[in-house]
């Protein structure tokens, strides 16, 4: 508390992101859904190229060069794409342009009891009010939940975070369909690691009001460069940019976009790093599977596990973290069940299980 | 308008950023006030030694080796020093995190009524009542225009923009000493180009309410990288990551942070570049005083001049711009009478007075 700070900012309970390790602490790091390759190399021919006294002026405002890179990857015009500073940044920008103050409004923004935790964060930051909607008990998002629901706006993960489970683009068509005068935005930040890859990105010529988020931080190993994007209809975009221009003109610094831009060029590295998880995902899965662990069917590079029941999420966690090894653990109702685990390389998932393996036998005999 | 927008984003008139030139378009910039010197060769070294495989991780959320480096820099301890995406960033999070809503106060925020014009874009943004305060006829700001006026908060910039004026920074404390409930923002984002350097950063062991805005895109020519920094007492700090935290808990990039380090350990570089840009500025001044200018003591890297009787500050702006020489022209009460002019090399700035020379001797003629 402060009498510096606004009522907002005394009353805010902010966003808690996962553990970064101290520079230079050995640990296998599988606590926020980063890639465990590094990215495309063509990354570091576009920096080799770059001319460093360009940092003396200001970037393209609209990061030009990205968002032609991601029309092409998406196939679509440039006009429908919108980057920003993070996908958090734009996710934050599309709250804040989309979704109507309760002051304003009675209606609710929409969004699954379990999804990812910076959505009640942005609500309360921008004072709109939200209605959480159970999921079903396997994980499910069911759209017809999200059908005949008063609502100032709609927002999900798909796959949904941190629970892994992906719903079919024709379900989010069903939920655009059903809520025409409320923009629905489909947070893709992990669409890139289902096997049968679909996107919402198909629904935006016949959806004017849907608003897909997409982030190069996990699948093409870019966490470190903060570069996230909006796809849209014309008229979402240019909400977008309202706001963007009325908090910061230039959003992604001139490395960002080099960076970017040549990874979205790159989509044979792109497929073949996807691939790789998802194989190993896979194996994983399996192996916790055999060990007693239960899990929703996973689409994205972590899986959202429940151990056995010789030992507790909260004291594997624990133990796991002793041993160097971060996974995440959420200590709310229901989530505490479970681990969320990032999905490392081969390697990082065999020492894991091994863990794993190791505290499920001590825990029995114990 | 769109029915998707909401009632904010309809009704907003966003902040509008200096014209960029297209690429391979050959003009004199002189109108965003970028610095005509590349950044510190440091900054080619450090990202010569950076390890593109660290990408794949999202970047230290608190900015912490810059934070060390600005701590540094500016004579205070890392727990008074918040990063953001550009110095853009930072205000609008002070404005969001300091000022109160029309709705919670009948307060206003208060600010000069000519200065950097996206000050009352995000008072419309975060809704927050402002009431601008008139600067005296020789755009002085006077600090006992701020003393005993009720506000919940300040902002200015010193020196200010687009006027070029500084006040002495124990006229800052004056502010501060008489509005102790009320947080008062600095911005200085032009204070390097002082002749006698002089910085409200010594205020904030005294006065908690000050908070000093720093950027890296004009002395230290990275506004190409968008690093800007807040200095103040522990308690505004720790208001502004609450803020971020609610936002975009990883506001500036790994690539970002290196390049901000590394110029700012370079002091000599940037001792080097901002004398070499006074010195230009003082000789181009006089230049155009000669030619019938009039203009305000610059303390910035551009001045704020009038030209004489003779040719009208638009038609100047017009006539140099189809010369390929652009400068900055606000078509606005008052300041319409001026050209915000951005200090270039001394090559530039004598193509420039050559331009000018020609441009007033045509007017006389015509």
């Not at 808690?16 to 495309?40: C, D, F, R, W």
């Not at 998002?141 to 709609?154: A, F, H, Q």
């Not at 947070?187 to 890139?192: N, P």
């Not at 056995?308 to 133990?319: D, E, K, R």
């Amino acid at each position: 508390m402060s009498k510096y700070w606004n009522k907002l900012i005394n009353g805010i309970e902010p966003y808690v992101a996962g553990e970064q390790p101290k520079p230079g602490q050995k640990v296998i790091k599988l606590n926020t859904n980063e890639n465990p390759y590094p990215p495309s190399p063509k990354v570091g021919e576009a920096l080799k190229r770059f001319d460093l006294s360009d940092l003396r002026l200001y970037p393209d405002t609209n990061s030009t060069d990205v968002i032609r890179a991601a029309a092409k990857f998406d196939g679509v015009s440039e006009e429908n794409i919108f980057c920003g500073n993070g996908s958090d940044e734009v996710l934050a920008i599309a709250f804040q342009t989309f979704f109507e103050k309760k002051a304003l409004t009675g209606l609710p923004v929409l969004m699954p009891d379990y999804s990812y935790s910076f959505y009640p964060v942005f609500s309360e930051f921008y004072d709109i009010r939200r209605k959480t909607i159970a999921l079903r008990e396997d994980f499910r998002l069911d759209p017809d939940d999200y059908i005949g629901v008063p609502n100032c706006g709609i927002v999900f993960a798909n796959p949904n975070a941190p629970t892994s489970r992906a719903i079919a683009v024709a379900d989010c068509a069903k939920i655009a369909a059903a809520n025409p005068d409320s923009v629905v935005i489909v947070d893709e930040a992990y669409v890139a690691f289902e096997e049968e890859y679909e996107s919402a990105v198909s629904l935006i010529n016949e959806y004017k009001n849907v608003c897909v988020i997409r982030t190069l931080s996990k699948a093409f190993s870019l966490a470190g460069i903060r570069l996230g994007y909006a796809v849209g209809s014309a008229e979402l975009i240019e909400g977008l940019k309202r706001a963007r221009d009325s908090f910061n003109s230039y959003p992604v610094d001139r490395l960002a976009q080099k960076v970017a831009e040549a990874a979205l060029l790159d989509k044979d590295y792109y497929d073949e790093t996807r691939a790789k998880i998802i194989a190993t995902r896979k194996v994983f899965a399996k192996e916790i599977a055999e060990l007693g662990f239960t899990m929703p069917p996973s689409s994205a590079n972590f899986v959202y596990a429940k151990p056995p029941v010789q030992i507790s999420a909260g004291t594997l966690y624990q133990n796991l973290r002793n041993k160097g090894i971060l996974v995440r653990y959420f200590n709310k109702p229901v989530l505490c069940d479970y681990l969320r685990i990032t999905i490392g390389t081969d390697e990082e998932m065999a020492q894991l299980t091994d863990a794993i393996r190791q505290e499920v036998l001590n825990a029995e005999n114990s």
